[in-house]
């Protein structure tokens, strides 16, 4: 079983910056990729970015803006935010893609942690 903590969320002004971080914890072993993904009131959920062994993708709304990485114990994921914008205000989670030997692939989930971005 994997565990994510985010943390990094707050307050902060239109065109700031922000950093998330999201710690896995266990071993990282079977970690196959971890992105980020983030929800507004009334909205679903959508992809911000994901990376996998180095390939990096990102939603077109954040493209140049947001930049999202990993650690060399590659248990650890970062979303750099800059430039952010009102719509940017959301819940982030962290996710993580584990492979297990009898179920392939399996999801996990953080709580998620708040940015709001208001002046």
């Known amino acids: 079983q994997v565990q994510l903590v985010e943390s990094g969320g707050g307050l902060v002004q239109p065109g700031g910056s922000l950093r998330l971080s999201c710690e896995a914890s266990?071993?990282?072993?079977?970690?196959?990729?971890m992105g980020w993904f983030r929800q507004a009131p009334g909205k679903e959920r959508e992809l911000v970015a994901t990376?996998?062994?180095?390939?990096?993708n990102y939603a077109d709304s954040v493209k140049s803006r947001f930049t999202i990485s990993r650690d060399n114990a590659e248990n650890t994921v970062y979303l750099q935010m800059t430039s952010l914008k009102p719509e940017d205000t959301a819940v982030y989670y962290c996710?993580?893609?584990?492979?297990?030997?009898?179920?392939?692939?399996?999801?996990?989930w953080g709580k998620g942690t708040l940015v709001t971005v208001s002046s």
């Open positions: 266990g071993s990282s072993f079977g970690i196959n990729d």
């Open positions: 996710n993580a893609g584990v492979y297990n030997y009898y179920r392939g692939v399996v999801r996990y």
């Open positions: 990376i996998s062994s180095g390939t990096t």
